[in-house]
C-alpha cells in the first residue's frame, strides 16, 4: 500500500501558489483495507474515503471507462493491481497528472512538470474528450493562470471543439454547469473563461445570448471597444481588478444581452436594449440555475444600468423610484451591487478604465438621504397604513429635491 499526494496540491507547490487543500491516492489496497483502517467511505459506489484524523480524500487508484452520455457517464474500476500511472492518465491536463510521494519526489508520466514551465494547458490522452465538463474546467483553469501566462494547447482546444461539437455539452445538468460557471467568474480573469469557451464554440452552446453579442457593434463615442462582446469582457475583467462579488459579475456578464436583439438596420444603437434584455436573463437564470442573488441582481442591472450611468441627470422621483425598486430601505447592500455592476460597467471600455465614475458616490449619497428620513415624527403626526407610506414618500422625495441640490450648487 503506497500514498501518493497528487493533482492541484501538486501542481500549486510547484508554481510557488498557496495549496488550499490536499488530494491523495492509494495504490495496492482495498476498500475492505480502508476501513480497517479506520478510513470513512464518503459514498457507497466511489472508491473515496476521508482520513480518520484529517478529514482529507483519499482514492484508491482507479481507472475509468465511458458508459454513456454527459458527466456521470463513466464506469470505474478500483482495485490494488490499478497503477499509478494507471489513475494519472484518467485526469484531465497534464500539469493535474502528478504526484508526490511521503518524501516529496515528483512522479510525472505525463510531461505535467515541462508543461508547467511551458505554461501550457495540455490534456493528457485522448480520453479527455470523452467528459464534457473538461470544457469548461479547462477554460476555469486558464481563468485562473493567466496571470501566469498560460495558455490552452492548440491540440486540447481541438478536442474542447469537438466535444462543443459533439452536442455533449448538452448533457450537462444545470447543477454542474453552474458549479464552474461560478467558480470560473471568481477566477483573477473571468474574461478569460469567456474567451475561451468561445474559442472552442462552448460559449454558443452554453450562452449563446452571450455569444451572439461579439461582432455587434456599438457607438463608438461611448465605447471605444465598439464590440459588444469585446465590451463584456472588459466588464469583467474590471470586476475581477475590483474583486466584485459573484452576483455583481454574473450580472455584468448578462448585462448587454438584449444588444443581441437588435436589427442590423439599426446598428451600432440600441434603443430599449435594456427592456428587450430581460427575457434572455431570465432565460439565462432559469436554464443555469442560478441563485437567486445572482438572478435577481442579473435583471435589475439589466433593466437599470443606463439608470445608474444617467444618475447626475435623474429627476429627484425617477431616483426614488429606482431606490424603491431596489426595496432599498430594506436591501441597502443590493443597491450598492447594483451599482458597483454600473460602475464595472462604465470602466469596461477600452481606454476608459481609469476614468472616474462619480455616479457611484451620487448614488449610495441619494440612497443614504432618503434613508435618514425618520418614521416616527410622521407617527407621531398621527399617520398611519396608506397614508403614513404616502406620507413617507413625500418627506423621502423632499430630501432627495435638497440633494440634488446641494450637490448641484
Request: with cysteine.
Amino acid at each position: 500500500m503506497q500514498i501518493y499526494k497528487v493533482g492541484g496540491a501538486v501542481r500549486d507547490r510547484l508554481l510557488g501558489r498557496p495549496v488550499t487543500e490536499n488530494d491523495w491516492v492509494v495504490v495496492g489496497a482495498s476498500a475492505e483495507q480502508m476501513l480497517e483502517l479506520g478510513y470513512r467511505p464518503v459514498g457507497a459506489d466511489f472508491p473515496v474515503f476521508l482520513h480518520p484524523q484529517t478529514g482529507e480524500e483519499y482514492a484508491l487508484a482507479r481507472t475509468e471507462r465511458k458508459s454513456g452520455r454527459g458527466y456521470g457517464g463513466f464506469t470505474f474500476h478500483a482495485s490494488p493491481d490499478v497503477t499509478l500511472e494507471d489513475d494519472l492518465i484518467r485526469r484531465d491536463l497534464s500539469v493535474n497528472a502528478m504526484a508526490e510521494d511521503a518524501a516529496g519526489n515528483v512522479i510525472d508520466p505525463y510531461g505535467g512538470l515541462q508543461d508547467l514551465q511551458a505554461r501550457v494547458l495540455r490534456h493528457v490522452s485522448p480520453a479527455f474528450a470523452e467528459d464534457p465538463l473538461r470544457v469548461l474546467r479547462v477554460a476555469r483553469f486558464a481563468a485562473r493562470y493567466a496571470p501566469l501566462d498560460f495558455s490552452v494547447a492548440p491540440e486540447t482546444l481541438e478536442l474542447m471543439r469537438q466535444l462543443a461539437d459533439s452536442g455533449e455539452l448538452s448533457h450537462l445538468t444545470a447543477e454542474r454547469s453552474w458549479k464552474e460557471i461560478s467558480r470560473a467568474l471568481m477566477e483573477p480573469r473571468p474574461d478569460v473563461f469567456i474567451q475561451v469557451l468561445r474559442d472552442c464554440g462552448a460559449l454558443a452552446a452554453l450562452l449563446p445570448e452571450v455569444d451572439k453579442l461579439f461582432g455587434v457593434p456599438q457607438p463608438q463615442a461611448h465605447h471605444p471597444e465598439i464590440d459588444t462582446g469585446v465590451h463584456v469582457l472588459g466588464v469583467l475583467r474590471q470586476c475581477a481588478e475590483h474583486e466584485q462579488p459573484l452576483n455583481v459579475r454574473w450580472a455584468c456578464l448578462l448585462h448587454d444581452v438584449g444588444k443581441g436583439l437588435t436589427p442590423e438596420a439599426e446598428w451600432p444603437r440600441h434603443i430599449a436594449h435594456e427592456h428587450k434584455g430581460l427575457r434572455l436573463i431570465q432565460a439565462i437564470n432559469e436554464r443555469c440555475k442560478a441563485p437567486r442573488d445572482c438572478a435577481e441582481l442579473a435583471l435589475l442591472v439589466g433593466e437599470f444600468h443606463t439608470h445608474g450611468h444617467r444618475a447626475l441627470e435623474l429627476r429627484p422621483s425617477t431616483l426614488l423610484e429606482l431606490l424603491q425598486r431596489f426595496d432599498v430601505f430594506r436591501r441597502p447592500q443590493r443597491f450598492a451591487e447594483f451599482v458597483a455592476a454600473c460602475e464595472m460597467d462604465a470602466r469596461g471600455r477600452k481606454g476608459l478604465e481609469q476614468r472616474q465614475y462619480p455616479q457611484a458616490a451620487y448614488l449610495l449619497g441619494a440612497a443614504e438621504a432618503a434613508r435618514q428620513v425618520a418614521v416616527k415624527p410622521l407617527l407621531e403626526k398621527g399617520f398611519k397604513g396608506a397614508e403614513l407610506g404616502e406620507a413617507l414618500n413625500r418627506e423621502r422625495l423632499q430630501a432627495l429635491k435638497a440633494y440634488r441640490q446641494q450637490h448641484a450648487s
